[in-house]
């Protein structure tokens, strides 16, 4: 490890409390989406720059829905980095399956508890102290470092990421850090693409004693969810390089996002998400729909999972439906200098070598590949994500802020090549 990156890491080490405390802070300033108020989360963010002379821009396109730029340039010229982290984070659903109250952020057990502790606050910590870092040492760096902190992300929302990247090309760069979480094992190059489908069932409806009077829709819509399951059918081609590479990296899918995540990775997936029906039990309803969400591999088009998905809703005539939304899948190359960065500084750091792998879910990372920016994101375990007792380890949040810094400064530093090849 070279002098400078020896006490870059020194720097960032002494501020291990801070950003532990700092994190906690972020956490107990609520911002559940929805709604998605991220105004006093946000409000810490820009007290930590302002305390370090560092400028930032405020972009509120839709009120409580604040986003940040702020941005610096090396000494000399070369690549333009973009460090992206959101502050919305889900609601905290019933909290009476909590065993911590999920904003408190208690400390416990080497864990913080808390919602949004590790979707994403820790990882938007961790890239926070980052970039405050690579300010202080600016001189040492070429290209050109950008922040951006946005909300809306939770919902795939307009206000945040995506109205950057469409309205704000300043934030567009050479490549994008994103510390969304997936585990100290393994970084990811890509994410499954997304189909959300509405689907109405009607018909005539009848008193509940006269069923022969009308077909019951909640019945077809039973009968329509179980034919739909036959979309899991669609897989990745068994040959190609990334099912390939996937396939190699099995164990660290199941250790990233639990058992069984290797089985689905390269399954187009199916699953109901919300199911509304009936009025009263001595009625046959007329009417019941219902929400798919269905994610795609990255060798499976859209066009095909909708060819399919028409032919088995047409054995349906009461059935019509309508696309709420769909994002197609990514990936970027996972040979790229910054894969190779994290790779090497984790491992330097803390003998943790992680497998580039692709997401199950979505983040705002594939924005910025689809304007074909290259695009990666390391971060702690997903545990408890979106569920009761979310937590992050503070082991894996300090090591990942660590390789954040560490990979970043190799990307932009000179002797980066001679850093990035290894045997």
């Known amino acids: 490890m070279t002098g400078i990156k020896k006490e870059i890491l020194a720097n960032i080490s002494r501020r291990q409390a801070e950003m532990v405390e700092f994190l906690r802070s972020l956490i107990q300033a609520r911002s559940p989406n929805p709604p998605g108020n991220t105004t006093a989360a946000m409000e810490l963010v820009s007290g930590f720059l302002s305390a370090r002379n560092i400028s930032y821009e405020i972009v509120e396109p839709n009120p409580g ?22 502050l919305d984070v889900f609601p905290a ?18 864990c913080i508890y808390g919602r949004g502790a590790c979707d994403m606050k820790s990882g938007t910590t961790a890239l926070l102290f980052a970039f405050a870092e690579l300010f202080e040492i600016r001189n040492h760096l070429n290209g050109s470092v950008v922040l951006t902190v946005v909300s809306d992300e939770e919902t795939f929302g307009p206000w945040g990421a995506r109205y950057l990247v469409e309205h704000r090309k300043d934030v567009l760069g050479d490549c994008l850090l994103s510390g969304e979480p997936t585990s100290p094992h393994a970084l990811r190059f890509g994410e499954k693409g997304r189909l959300w489908i509405r689907i109405h069932v009607r018909t005539p409806g009848a008193h509940g004693a006269y069923v022969h009077m009308s077909r019951n829709p909640i019945t077809i819509a039973a009968d329509l969810i179980a034919s739909l399951h036959a979309l ?88 019509s439906f309508e696309v709420l939304d769909q994002d197609v899948a990514s990936t970027s190359p996972p040979d790229h200098p910054m894969v190779r960065a994290l ?81």
């Open 65 to 86: 829905m604040p986003n940040l730029i702020a941005k610096f340039k090396g000494s000399s010229d070369g690549p333009k980095l973009v460090l992206n982290g959101h």
């Open 93 to 110: 659903g019933d909290l009476d399956q909590w065993s911590h109250d999920p904003w408190a952020a208690n400390e416990a057990d080497g």
């Open 232 to 319: 899991e059918d669609i897989r990745s081609p068994a040959e190609t390089p990334l099912t390939l590479t996937l396939e190699k990296s099995a164990a660290t899918i199941d250790k990233a996002y639990g058992r069984g995540a290797a089985d689905i990775i390269s399954s187009t997936t199916l699953n109901v998400g919300a199911i509304k029906g009936g009025l009263k039990i001595n009625i046959v309803p007329s009417d019941c729909v219902f929400d798919i969400d269905v994610r795609t591999p990255p060798d499976v088009p859209h066009t095909a999972v909708m060819e399919r998905f028409k032919e088995i809703i047409a054995a349906y005539p009461e059935a």
């Open 343 to 423: 790779i090497h500084n984790s491992k330097e750091l803390s003998g943790i070598e992680p497998e580039p792998i692709i997401a199950l879910g979505g983040c705002d990372a594939r924005l910025w590949r689809y304007a074909g920016i290259p695009a990666f994101v390391y971060g702690p375990s997903p545990t408890g994500m979106g569920t009761a007792n979310e937590l992050v380890r503070v082991d894996e949040f300090l090591h990942i802020a660590k390789t954040h810094v560490l990979a970043a400064f190799d990307y932009l530093s000179e002797d980066r090549d001679l850093t990035l090849h290894w045997n």
